[in-house]
């Protein structure tokens, strides 16, 4: 079990990256260092897809990590195959690749999907798997994972919206059936769950890395601060890929940074070809990056395929370009406050820069706390 470490401030990398943008925040001295996530599982794809980069064993999928580490990646997004290639569902499958993930690579930080479920090993519990129980099984896994990803606010997750008949062409996706499994595709996040599910995470000392589709669920996580459920750093994902999420423009990125505080950690997520151009935003921005096969397949030509190291090793090279540094493992879990948790929810809002609860009389939807 990971300690649990409680600051009273943010530390200085968090102020560095204020979100009020003010005169010179393009230029990298005002920047963070740039955290690249490597999202190298590819769990929407089959191995045949990709077999040159997708791995399928153990020691391939532990391999991936190092690789990933070595190219400039601080975060692992990490989902676990099965030796048959399909996702695992077992527990113990995910204990092992972070166990091993943790002994080849000690300083990545390693940040398990949320969105997978668990299915009990034993057969008698096997129809359990999609209940709300078991996903908090996240909050089980042994080493401890530093962050899992949480999904607020019940939501269409159609991946397929943005990619063109040509991204799948020759892949698994071009079958029917599977296409139309994608589209169809919803993530359940309801109030209660999500409430739950923060809790236990942060008992465990794992950090809730929020999925965050457009203003709506950002203002959900806003409230689960302030309401006092999750005390810790905020550190999430602005998710644009469509399909019932948010848009990957420029206009829709601004208006979500609007209402972001100055102590949040920010990566942005696209999918198809629209992750190089939506991480070049995030670079300029002073935003943080996610890359990977999980996320896209292809090269911006689509001439070829690209793995995510050379997706990472992309990332790199034009975050040199423009004069921000890649952080180290280190500088990422300073910025990210791995570990990092407060006593109450007035220390979580001064945190992350949030203004503070009203004091005393009428508390409105605030009267609804833990």
């Known amino acids: 079990?990971?300690?649990?470490?409680?600051?009273?401030?943010?530390?200085?990398?968090?102020?560095?990256?204020?979100?009020?943008?003010?005169?010179?925040?393009?230029?990298?001295?005002?920047?963070?260092?740039?955290?690249?996530?490597?999202?190298?599982?590819?769990?929407?794809?089959?191995p045949s897809d990709f077999p040159e980069d997708i791995?399928?064993?153990?020691?391939?999928?532990?391999?991936?990590?190092?690789?990933?580490?070595?190219?400039?990646?601080?975060?692992l997004h990490l989902h676990v195959r099965e030796l048959d290639g399909k996702g695992s569902k077992r527990l113990s499958k995910f204990n092992e690749l972070i166990a091993g993930v943790r002994k080849a690579v000690p300083e990545m930080i390693i940040q398990v999907g949320g969105s997978i479920s668990f299915a009990p090993e034993s057969e008698g519990a096997a129809a359990k798997w999609l209940s709300d129980d078991?996903?908090?099984?996240?909050?089980?896994?042994?080493?401890?994972?530093d962050q899992v990803t949480v999904t607020v606010n019940t939501s269409q997750m159609n991946v397929t919206d943005h990619a063109e008949d040509a991204d799948f062409v020759g892949t698994s996706r071009a079958n029917q059936t599977l296409f139309n499994t994608y589209k169809d595709m919803t993530v359940p996040a309801a109030p209660l769950w999500v409430e739950e599910h923060v809790r236990r995470l942060t008992a465990a000392g794992i950090q809730s890395a929020f999925q965050c589709y457009n203003t709506n669920s950002f203002e959900s996580v806003e409230r689960l601060i302030?309401?006092?459920?999750y005390k810790g750093p905020l550190v999430m994902n602005w998710v644009a890929i469509g399909g019932g999420m948010d848009t990957?423009?420029?206009?829709?990125?601004?208006?979500?940074?609007?209402?972001?505080?100055?102590?949040?950690?920010?990566?942005?997520?696209?999918?198809?070809?629209?992750?190089?151009?939506?991480?070049?935003?995030?670079?300029?921005?002073?935003?943080?990056?996610?890359?990977?096969?999980?996320?896209v397949i292809w090269n911006q030509q689509r001439s070829a395929k690209m793995s995510t190291v050379a997706q990472i090793e992309q990332l790199v090279r034009i975050s040199q370009e423009f004069g921000r540094p890649i952080a180290t493992a280190k500088e990422a879990r300073e910025i990210c406050r791995i570990g990092v948790f407060y006593d109450t929810a007035d220390e979580a809002l001064a945190a992350n820069g949030f203004a503070p609860n009203r004091n005393g009389g009428t508390q409105g939807f605030l009267r609804k706390t833990q």
């Open 1 to 46: 079990m990971w300690a649990i470490v409680r600051f009273k401030r943010t530390p200085f990398f968090n102020r560095k990256n204020a979100m009020n943008f003010l005169d010179g925040h393009l230029f990298p001295e005002n920047q963070q260092p740039l955290i690249i996530t490597a999202a190298p599982y590819a769990p929407g794809w089959q």
């Open 55 to 75: 791995p399928v064993t153990m020691e391939d999928q532990i391999q991936k990590a190092v690789d990933c580490y070595n190219a400039g990646a601080t975060v």
């Open 134 to 145: 078991t996903r908090h099984m996240l909050a089980e896994l042994d080493p401890t994972p």
């Open 226 to 229: 302030r309401r006092g459920f």
């Open 248 to 295: 990957p423009n420029v206009y829709s990125l601004g208006n979500f940074m609007r209402g972001i505080p100055d102590g949040a950690v920010v990566t942005v997520e696209s999918n198809v070809r629209n992750v190089l151009p939506v991480n070049m935003m995030g670079i300029a921005m002073g935003l943080h990056v996610r890359c990977g096969t999980e996320d």
